[in-house]
């Protein structure tokens, strides 16, 4: 059975920083990885992906310039740092696990596992 566990979040001040992690029980090396989140009374929205090798990323334009993927192969985990955090960036954020040697999706059909998520809370 897959898992991916996300851990890392909490209660931050606006401007503040928080680095989530995505521990997972497959390998990351071969796939897609990506991270969303969901607001109350809002649907799930893409924030961060990044494709098989690394190498590619994308990002929500809202995000772009402070929030950062990056995966560690060895570790079998995905992170996302989250930086000058707004009280609009408040949300469960979770962690998926994408297709084999496939690109950054903003869909979440193209996501085959998911996490049950960490909740990040930014004050204002």
């Known amino acids: 059975q897959v898992q991916l566990v996300e851990s890392g979040g909490g209660l931050v001040p606006a401007g503040g920083s928080l680095r989530l992690s995505c521990a997972a029980s497959?390998?990351?090396?071969?796939?897609?990885m990506g991270w969303f989140r969901q607001a109350p009374g809002k649907e799930r929205e893409f924030v961060a992906a990044t494709n098989w090798v690394g190498g590619s990323t994308d990002y929500l334009d809202s995000v772009k310039g402070r929030f950062t993927i990056s995966k560690d192969n060895a570790k079998r985990t995905v992170y996302l740092q989250m930086g000058s955090l707004k009280p609009e960036d408040t949300a469960v954020y979770y962690c998926?696990?994408?297709?084999?040697?496939?690109?950054?999706?903003?869909?979440?059909?193209?996501?085959?596992?998911w996490g049950q998520g960490t909740q990040v809370t930014v004050s204002s």
């Open positions: 497959l390998r990351t090396s071969d796939r897609a």
């Open positions: 998926a696990a994408g297709q084999l040697y496939g690109g950054p999706s903003r869909e979440t059909r193209r996501y085959d596992y």
